[in-house]
C-alpha cells in the first residue's frame, strides 16, 4: 500500500467517524425535540445542571455585593458632604484673611479662625451610624483629638491631632 492510499484511507475512515458522531448527536437533538427531554437518566443531570447552579452562585454573590453597596452610598456620600462644608470653610477663612490683610484690619481673624476650627473640627468628627466617618479603625474615637486652637497650637506636630487608626476601614462586598 503507497502512502497516499493509506493517507486516503485515514481520511475515509475519520471521515465516517465524524460522520457517524454528527447522526448520533442529530438522532439525540430530535428525540430531545420530540420528547421535551433533554435527559434520560439522572447521572447526565450535572451536565446540565453546573450551569443553573453556577448561575444562582454568581447571582448571589451579585446581590449581596448590591446589598453592601446600597449600604456604602449614603456613607459615601455624607462623606464627600463633610468634606465639601470643610472645604468650603476653608475657602471662606482664606478669602476673609486675604481680605484682612489687603484692608489692614485684622480684628476678626481670632474669631473667624476659631469658627473655621469649630466647623471643621466638627466635620472631621462626623459620625454615622454609631462610629467616626474618618476615624479609620478607631470608630469609637473621634479623629480630631484637640477641641480648640490653642491645643492646636501646643502641638509638637500636626500628625498629633489626630488619633486615627494605621488601618482605613473596609467595606465587604460579599467575596
Do not use: C, H
Amino acid at each position: 500500500m503507497s502512502i497516499s492510499n493509506v493517507s486516503n484511507y485515514f481520511f475515509v475512515e475519520q471521515s465516517r467517524t465524524d460522520i457517524n458522531r454528527v447522526q448520533r448527536e442529530l438522532i439525540d437533538t430530535q428525540r430531545m425535540t420530540s420528547t421535551g427531554r433533554r435527559i434520560d437518566d439522572v447521572k447526565d443531570a450535572a451536565i446540565y445542571a453546573a450551569p443553573v447552579v453556577s448561575t444562582r452562585d454568581m447571582m448571589a454573590r451579585a446581590e449581596s455585593r448590591r446589598a453592601a453597596l446600597d449600604e456604602l452610598k449614603p456613607r459615601l456620600e455624607l462623606q464627600d458632604q463633610a468634606l465639601g462644608n470643610a472645604a468650603e470653610v476653608a475657602r471662606s477663612l482664606r478669602l476673609d484673611i486675604i481680605s484682612m490683610v489687603s484692608t489692614g484690619n485684622a480684628d476678626r481673624l481670632p474669631q473667624r479662625l476659631q469658627e473655621a476650627f469649630a466647623v471643621a473640627s466638627t466635620e472631621i468628627n462626623a459620625t454615622w451610624n454609631g462610629g467616626y466617618m474618618f476615624g479609620g479603625e478607631r470608630i469609637n474615637t473621634a479623629p480630631l483629638a484637640v477641641n480648640s486652637l490653642s491645643a492646636l497650637a501646643a502641638l509638637p506636630s500636626g500628625q498629633a491631632a489626630f488619633a486615627e487608626g494605621a488601618r482605613t476601614q473596609t467595606q465587604d462586598l460579599g467575596d
